[in-house]
Each structure stands twice: as structure tokens, then as C-alpha cells.
């Protein structure tokens, strides 16, 4: 069993930053990649960014150019720095973790619960 954690959402002010972790733990032989979406409210989820185990990135055009994605393969962490936050920014963010190689040799995905994330003055 693999477990997302998720920290760092709450309440920011448009033009803020805030920077989210997630923590993927549990019993597992490797991640392809971990990233974040997010469902703003009555919509869809949708990307914000990946980054795979080499290192390699990938942004939604949502917070493209307003935010930077990093990890540690050793920790099993990634990150999420976001800047000039804007109301439309507002959302559930959620940490996924990507073809996750189990210790039964399956390939499979997991989800976070989830982190709320709110700009608003």
C-alpha cells in the first residue's frame, strides 16, 4: 500500500506564494513520477506540473511560468512552489504519483486526499 501525503495549502492572498509537499510513503520499489493537479471548483481536474524520476518536467498552461516543480527520489518527495497566486487559482490540489512499481510488480497509480488552496484577499 503506497500513501500520499500532502501539506502546505491554506489561505493566501492574490500575489502570494505558497508552497506545497507531498510525501509518498509506504512499501514499493520505484515511482515514475510524482505531480500535482488540481479540480478548481465545478470544473475538472486538471495538471499544474509533473517531474519524473530523471528529472525531466512537465506544466499545465494553468500556472506555467508561476510555478516550479521539484523532487527527491531518495525521500520520495515533491514540491510545489507557486507564485503570483490568483483567485482563479483556487482549488483542491491533489499529489499523484505515477506508475508506482509495487512489491507485487504491478504498475499502478494513487492519489493524495487532497489540499485546499484558497487566494483570496
Known amino acids: 500500500q503506497v500513501e500520499l501525503v500532502e501539506s502546505g495549502g491554506g489561505l493566501v492572498q492574490p500575489g502570494g506564494s505558497l508552497r506545497l509537499s507531498c510525501l509518498a510513503s509506504g512499501n514499493f520499489f520505484s515511482i515514475h513520477a510524482m505531480g500535482w493537479y488540481r479540480q478548481p471548483p465545478g470544473k475538472q481536474r486538471e495538471l499544474v506540473a509533473m517531474?519524473?524520476?530523471?528529472?525531466?518536467?512537465r506544466y499545465g498552461s494553468s500556472l506555467e511560468g508561476r510555478s516550479t516543480i521539484s523532487g527527491d527520489n531518495d525521500k520520495n518527495t515533491v514540491n510545489l512552489e507557486m507564485r503570483s497566486l490568483k483567485p482563479e487559482d483556487t482549488a483542491v490540489y491533489y499529489c499523484h504519483a505515477d506508475r508506482v512499481e509495487t512489491l507485487g510488480l504491478e504498475f499502478v497509480d494513487f492519489w493524495g486526499q487532497g489540499t485546499q488552496v484558497t487566494v483570496s484577499s
Open positions: 517531474i519524473t524520476s530523471d528529472g525531466g518536467t
